[in-house]
């Protein structure tokens, strides 16, 4: 309705009774978490309109007058001054199945884009290729006197973003990420102060103090006038609203302040905490680490981090955007090779035996690893194959997790169609439906309400019980509670491992996300 009416949208609104109020509005902006790109090509630079700038900029250098490049010179979209060999791309994909896609650098330019002639072009010392391989905080301090391209990147920064890459590829952004770019690009704009911001879940994939800086941020706005819905599932992110509504199958049940409805729906909002035996006496290591380091040229991403971790333990490894946690977990599960360093999981060199690795492994992205296009029931019946699970074994044990998840109505339902909840449990569950040694997860309750995650979480204590480590990532602090033993990485050092009661007590903190906050201020980079 207020899109069709404000903003003249080609859209037939849902059925309603009316909108009171619409007069005081002249815009209204509704940004979703859905990809600013899907493709590599599309990035934070090309989608906020900087990168036009940018090429402007560098056209007007002297070297780039002389030779007598023009603006396409430096796309990497066009023929010219791209490399030809990897159509600019700067990487080739390659499919890996089950586990993430990895992206290998072009033997020719080596990831830079650009052909050798447009990287003789340089502003500061820095070529084109060097500018989009900045982070925003980076960039925001190269150009401090360039106007025209400070001020769009300067709100990238300001809505939490300054850990990414200028030309970082949309496909590898968050759904928060993606949504915090399309947010900046907006209030890059002219506001009238009359305009109406719809948020969808903003903070997913974000760490907490970038989700405390954002939060901050959506204040400042507030204070200048602008109206703002937000949807959030982190009861901490309600608490600092004025007024929230609570929906629970597709009905709002309640409308007041944080505290009144925190308090009315607390059975769902605050479930209570979990209870769980630790792994503290196993002592059958499955990974072990020895000075495991990454670098990127000049940059090391993880600097000789060392750890073990014991079957059937729940092991967390923690980190604010930026600090490396990827990184390390790309090499322990195979997707990248070691600088330095020695990594052993399930009793196979990761650097030399990564294949041997990947099979006694399972693994859940952020994203799923699911295929939204097939039944819950085929699903299950693709990844039994490609784990090798014998025929005479699939379809019994089908029927086994399908009644142990209560997903036995939804078999032949199409996976897009299944809540975000269930969609998690079955990704969980197909990750180890060939009961790996090790199953790696990274974020996997991002995006749900308190007690969904909790039941995620009773799913983790069953494969720790049944003997499968567990190793997890995780922005929820709450969560890091849950597990026997954490790590907390900084600029790509681990610079804390204890159980979660210990670290407490050692830097006097009432919670874990007291401790992360401690850590995560000692920050210097901010680049993964």
């Known amino acids: 309705h207020l899109a069709r009416d404000l903003n003249r949208a080609r859209c037939i609104p849902g059925k309603h009774a009316g909108i009171d109020g619409i007069e005081q509005l002249d815009k209204v902006i509704a940004i979703d978490q859905s990809p600013i790109g899907r493709t590599p090509r599309s990035n934070p630079a090309t989608y906020t309109g900087v990168f036009s700038d940018i090429r402007n900029l560098f056209v007007g250098l002297p070297e780039a007058k002389i030779r007598g490049y023009k603006p396409g010179?430096?796309?990497?979209?066009?023929?010219?001054?791209?490399?030809?060999?990897?159509?600019?791309?700067?990487?080739?994909?390659?499919?890996?199945?089950?586990?993430?896609?990895?992206?290998?650098?072009?033997?020719?330019?080596?990831?830079?884009?650009?052909?050798?002639?447009?990287?003789?072009?340089?502003?500061?010392?820095?070529?084109?290729?060097?500018?989009?391989?900045?982070?925003?905080?980076?960039?925001?301090?190269?150009?401090?006197?360039?106007?025209?391209?400070?001020?769009?990147?300067?709100?990238?920064?300001?809505?939490?973003?300054?850990?990414i890459k200028l030309g970082q590829p949309s496909t590898t952004l968050s759904g928060g990420e993606s949504q915090r770019v399309k947010l900046a690009t907006e209030l890059s704009k002219r506001d009238t102060g009359k305009t109406m911001y719809i948020l969808d879940e903003p903070t997913t994939g974000v760490d907490p103090v970038s989700r405390k800086e954002f939060w901050e941020m959506l204040r400042r706005l507030k204070e200048q006038g602008i109206t703002i819905i937000a949807s959030t599932p982190i009861v901490d992110e309600a608490r600092q609203c004025d007024r929230i509504a609570f929906i629970n199958e597709g009905r709002i049940h309640g409308i007041d302040t944080p505290d009144c409805i925190l308090k009315q729906f607390a059975d769902i909002l605050c479930p209570s905490g979990l209870l769980h035996e630790k792994a503290d006496n196993r002592e059958n290591y499955v990974i072990e680490v020895d000075g495991l380091t990454k670098r990127f040229g000049t940059f090391t991403a993880v600097d000789h981090i060392s750890f073990k971790v014991r079957q059937g333990e729940i092991f967390g490894f923690l980190g604010a955007n930026g600090a490396g946690k990827t990184t390390a977990m790309r090499m322990l599960t195979g997707l990248s090779r070691p600088t330095e360093g020695k990594a052993c999981v399930a009793g196979f060199d990761v650097a030399t035996q990564s294949e041997a690795v990947k099979k006694n492994i399972g693994y859940m992205s952020q994203k799923f690893s699911l295929y939204e296009?097939?039944?819950?029931?085929?699903?299950?019946?693709?990844?039994?194959?490609?784990?090798?699970?014998?025929?005479?074994?699939?379809?019994?044990?089908?029927?086994e997790l399908l009644q142990r998840l209560g997903l036995e109505k939804e078999r032949n339902t199409l996976v897009k169609s299944l809540p975000l909840g269930w969609k998690q449990k079955l990704a969980f569950s197909v990750s180890i439906?060939?009961?790996?040694?090790?199953?790696?997860?990274?974020?996997?309750?991002?995006?749900?309400?308190?007690?969904?995650r909790r039941q995620f979480w009773e799913?983790?204590?069953?494969?720790?019980?049944?003997?499968?480590?567990?190793?997890?990532?995780?922005?929820?602090?709450?969560?890091?509670?849950?597990?026997?033993?954490?790590?907390?990485?900084?600029?790509?050092?681990?610079?804390?491992?204890?159980?979660?009661?210990?670290?407490?007590?050692?830097?006097?903190?009432?919670?874990?996300?007291?401790?992360?906050?401690?850590?995560?201020?000692?920050?210097?980079?901010?680049?993964?």
């Open 433 to 452: 439906f060939h009961h790996p040694r090790i199953v790696f997860l990274d974020e996997p309750t991002g995006g749900v309400d308190p007690a969904t």
């Open 73 to 163: 010179r430096f796309s990497f979209n066009v023929t010219g001054g791209r490399c030809e060999a990897c159509g600019g791309n700067g990487y080739k994909t390659i499919e890996m199945n089950f586990l993430p896609d990895v992206l290998v650098p072009c033997e020719v330019c080596h990831g830079k884009r650009y052909n050798r002639e447009t990287l003789e072009v340089r502003y500061k010392g820095k070529s084109i290729a060097d500018v989009l391989d900045m982070t925003i905080n980076r960039a925001v301090e190269f150009f401090e006197n360039v106007p025209q391209i400070l001020n769009k990147i300067k709100v990238l920064q300001e809505v939490g973003l300054g850990y």
């Open 373 to 399: 296009d097939l039944k819950v029931w085929e699903n299950i019946r693709l990844f039994a194959g490609i784990y090798g699970i014998p025929e005479a074994e699939i379809a019994p044990r089908t029927d």
């Open 459 to 528: 799913l983790i204590y069953q494969a720790a019980d049944r003997g499968i480590t567990v190793f997890v990532t995780t922005h929820f602090m709450d969560e890091a509670e849950y597990c026997d033993r954490i790590s907390i990485m900084v600029d790509g050092v681990i610079c804390a491992l204890d159980t979660p009661d210990r670290l407490k007590r050692q830097f006097g903190a009432d919670t874990m996300d007291d401790v992360f906050q401690q850590l995560a201020r000692e920050a210097v980079r901010t680049a993964d």
